[in-house]
Each structure stands twice: as structure tokens, then as C-alpha cells.
């Protein structure tokens, strides 16, 4: 989703609306620092997981309604989708306690991060920026955004598309403000593609 080099792999990374996924456990285990801020981490393992098997069966019939909007390539079916989600979420899971207590899973929400400025080098948002513009406004994504870029020195975001596979109505406002406020906006193709035609995330960074 975000063409992580080896390099950015080794930088201080922080994932904004990381919720139940596997990334953190996945890359703390490489030996890699990272940190994921999401209000759902207020709850506890055993409320999150209940929270998982009690939205389980509604999400899997949405997927088998909207099938036609994904790409069916890596993964091949719904059911397959499935099996890959619940053992990402058991991979975050078996690492929740732990991570909270180390400090590596943090409460909390855009636009206001619970963080130092500088403290990390790149800030990613995955499935959250852009894809609910119809729950959040322009004005919602561009202060989400100047917070990312307080706390690190890089953001990127992906996908650009809103949930019904258009693009978001919010992206040529945020282009246009960062690029007036002296930062490079950039749009680059990714390897991953699941959402029909979501393949490419956005890069902030200081000129
Ligand atoms: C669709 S999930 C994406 C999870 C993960 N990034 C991924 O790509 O699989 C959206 C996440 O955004 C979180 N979220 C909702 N409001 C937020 C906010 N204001 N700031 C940060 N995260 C938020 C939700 O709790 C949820 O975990």
C-alpha cells in the first residue's frame, strides 16, 4: 500500500487508524519501531475481539454483495478474504497487551495526536483518510493531515478513493493547501490493489 523500501522499514513509523491489523506486530518482530494510534485501543483485548466476531458475519455479506467492486487476484474469494482477516486480527490480538503496555498501540484520534513534534519519521493513514469522505469533511482531512506532518516528517496516505470507488471529493483541496503551504504532494502507483482501481497512495512532505 505505501512502497515501504527496507530503508523506510527502519524509520520511526507511525500508523494513524491502524485498528485490529497485523502491521505492527508484524514489523515490531522484524525489529522495526513503530507506533499505531486509533481510538479503539481505549478498549481492552477481550472487548476488541468481541467486537470482531460480533461484526464478522455482517462484513463477509457486504463483501459478497460489493465483489464486483474488488480485484479478485491475490486473493481469490470472499472466503479466502476472511481467512486472511481473522488471522491478521489474531496477529494483532496476541500482540495487543503487550504493545499497549510497551507504549506501541496509543489511544487516540485525528486530528489531535497524543505525540511530540518530530517524534517520528513518517506517518501513514491506511483505509481511513479519503475513503470515508462521506463521513468526514475537507476541513476534517486537512487539519488530520497538518497534525501527521507535526508529529512526523513524512505522511502518506492510501488509497485515494472513497468507499463507493471514486475518488475522494476532498483530494485536488488537500493537493492544492499543501502544495500553497510549501509541502511536495505527490501521487504515486502502489504494487497493492484490492478496492477496483485503489493503486495509488499520496505522498506530504516538506519542499
Ligand atoms: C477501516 S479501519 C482501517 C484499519 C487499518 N488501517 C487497515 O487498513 O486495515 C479504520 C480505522 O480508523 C479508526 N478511526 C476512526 N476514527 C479515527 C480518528 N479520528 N483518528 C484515527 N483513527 C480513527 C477506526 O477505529 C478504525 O480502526
Not at 485536488?172 to 484490492?194: C, I, L, P, Q
Request: one cysteine or more; hydrophobic letters at 40%; glycine letters at 8%.
Amino acid at each position: 500500500m505505501f512502497n515501504l523500501t527496507k530503508e523506510d522499514l527502519g524509520r520511526r513509523i507511525l500508523g494513524c487508524g491502524d485498528g485490529p491489523a497485523a502491521f505492527n506486530a508484524t514489523l515490531t518482530k522484524c525489529g522495526g519501531r513503530i507506533v499505531s494510534v486509533d481510538p479503539i485501543y481505549s478498549f481492552d483485548t477481550s472487548q476488541i475481539r468481541s467486537r470482531i466476531a460480533g461484526t464478522y458475519e455482517t462484513v463477509m455479506a457486504q463483501m459478497h454483495k460489493n465483489q464486483d467492486d474488488y480485484v479478485w487476484k491475490d486473493i481469490p474469494s470472499v472466503e479466502h478474504l476472511g481467512k486472511i482477516r481473522m488471522s491478521a486480527m489474531e496477529d494483532f490480538l496476541a500482540d495487543f497487551g503487550t504493545g499497549k503496555q510497551d507504549g506501541r498501540y496509543v489511544t487516540g484520534e485525528l486530528p489531535s495526536l497524543p505525540f511530540e513534534s518530530g517524534q517520528f519519521d513518517i506517518a501513514l493513514s491506511s483505509h481511513f483518510l479519503f475513503l470515508y469522505s462521506a463521513h468526514l469533511s475537507a476541513e476534517f482531512h486537512i487539519q488530520a493531515i497538518q497534525e501527521m506532518l507535526r508529529v512526523a516528517r513524512e505522511v502518506r496516505i492510501f488509497p485515494l478513493l472513497a468507499l463507493d470507488g471514486a475518488s475522494s471529493p476532498y483530494f485536488n483541496a488537500v493537493k492544492e493547501y499543501f502544495s500553497t503551504m510549501r509541502f511536495s504532494v505527490d501521487t504515486m502507483r502502489v504494487a497493492y490493489e484490492f478496492q477496483r482501481g485503489g493503486n495509488e497512495m499520496l505522498i506530504i512532505k516538506p519542499v
